[in-house]
């Protein structure tokens, strides 16, 4: 694995913080935690950028727990990665006054949910650039993919990626909400990219082979799904019959096995809502 483990895991059981380099930490979900996805933080000079998704308000306080632990510098701005539809649970106890950066299209589902920001919105439709004096945080929106509107966020200087749930690393993983054809086309886009150090979703800090590993796996599983419906089975013969032994003993693989079969079944069939 690579970074350092940092003993800052006393004051909160929701991440394991590793450092990447000076500046750059990856914030890890605990099994014994609340948190369910991946973080970062981001040491731009004078304040701190963090960011991840899925974010109660108790990873959101172990997060800037972890951070004060890092340095007193403050936590000026949180980045949301992706958010899903009807999950209004998550993603909104920010406190107040901070800047939460999104993509447009993650900001058009936020606005659908009942509950509403207390803080400064900032949005992109395609590109941000945080820069500081000795590193930058370039966030870039890659389209739906994962859910409706996926950001990845690479700081250059140490060829670090975070990817959030666009992969799983020793993981099957949730297939979310978005496109699933374009999720694949998205995975091919970032596994081009000049980065030594992803940041998943889910999983230990790993390299672009772990990615294509995702990938693969992505791809294998679409397949599969496709072949039943051009075989002309339903729903259910499909959950019976469904086989990829290759990839079977995945973390999670059994877990996640029906809702994902259903949920691509759905959708490559035109089904879905």
Same mark, same amino acid.
């Given at each position: /694995?690579?970074?350092? #483990?940092?003993?800052?895991? *006393?004051?909160? %059981?929701?991440?394991?913080?590793?450092?990447?380099?000076?500046?750059?930490?990856? *914030? $890890? *979900?605990?099994? /014994? =935690?609340?948190?369910?996805?991946?973080?970062?933080?981001? !040491? $731009? @000079?004078?304040?701190?950028?963090?960011?991840?998704?899925? #974010?109660?308000?108790?990873?959101?306080? !172990? &997060?800037l727990v972890a951070a004060a632990e890092i340095t007193p510098k403050p936590v000026e701005a949180f980045v949301l990665a992706h958010h899903h539809? =009807?999950?209004?649970?998550v993603d909104f106890d920010f406190p107040p006054g901070k800047d939460i950066i999104m993509t447009l299209q993650t900001r058009q589902v936020m606005k659908q949910e009942v509950r509403k920001f207390d803080g400064q919105i900032n949005y992109f439709r395609e590109?941000?650039?945080?820069?500081?004096? +000795?590193?930058?945080?370039?966030l870039t929106n890659v389209g739906p993919a994962h859910s409706k509107g996926d950001l990845i966020a690479y700081i250059p200087q140490t060829k670090t990626l975070f990817t959030s749930d666009l992969?799983?690393?020793? /993981?099957?993983?949730? $297939?979310? !909400?978005?496109?699933l054809r374009d999720w694949v &086309?998205?995975?091919? @886009?970032?596994?081009? &990219? +000049? *980065? +030594?150090?992803?940041?998943? =979703?889910?999983?230990?800090?790993?390299?672009?082979?772990?990615? %294509?590993?995702?990938?693969?796996?992505?791809?294998?599983?679409?397949?599969?799904? &496709?072949?039943?419906?051009?075989?002309?089975d339903n729903l259910y013969e499909t959950l019976q019959a469904f086989s990829l032994p290759q990839h079977k003993n995945i973390p999670g693989f059994k877990t996640f096995k029906a809702g994902n079969i259903e949920r691509a079944f759905k959708q490559l069939s035109n089904l879905e809502n």
């Amino acid at each position: /694995s690579f970074g350092t #483990l940092c003993p800052i895991q *006393a004051a909160q %059981r929701s991440y394991k913080i590793e450092k990447i380099a000076e500046g750059v930490y990856a *914030a $890890l *979900a605990t099994s /014994s =935690g609340t948190a369910t996805s991946n973080a970062f933080i981001v !040491d $731009l @000079g004078h304040y701190l950028v963090v960011g991840g998704a899925h #974010l109660t308000k108790k990873a959101i306080n !172990d &997060l800037l727990v972890a951070a004060a632990e890092i340095t007193p510098k403050p936590v000026e701005a949180f980045v949301l990665a992706h958010h899903h539809k =009807g999950f209004s649970f998550v993603d909104f106890d920010f406190p107040p006054g901070k800047d939460i950066i999104m993509t447009l299209q993650t900001r058009q589902v936020m606005k659908q949910e009942v509950r509403k920001f207390d803080g400064q919105i900032n949005y992109f439709r395609e590109g941000l650039t945080l820069e500081g004096p +000795d590193r930058s945080l370039v966030l870039t929106n890659v389209g739906p993919a994962h859910s409706k509107g996926d950001l990845i966020a690479y700081i250059p200087q140490t060829k670090t990626l975070f990817t959030s749930d666009l992969v799983y690393v020793d /993981s099957a993983g949730f $297939l979310g !909400d978005g496109p699933l054809r374009d999720w694949v &086309l998205t995975l091919e @886009g970032i596994s081009n &990219l +000049d *980065a +030594d150090k992803i940041i998943p =979703g889910y999983g230990p800090v790993s390299g672009m082979a772990e990615v %294509r590993a995702f990938k693969n796996y992505l791809k294998d599983f679409l397949t599969e799904i &496709l072949k039943h419906i051009e075989k002309g089975d339903n729903l259910y013969e499909t959950l019976q019959a469904f086989s990829l032994p290759q990839h079977k003993n995945i973390p999670g693989f059994k877990t996640f096995k029906a809702g994902n079969i259903e949920r691509a079944f759905k959708q490559l069939s035109n089904l879905e809502n």
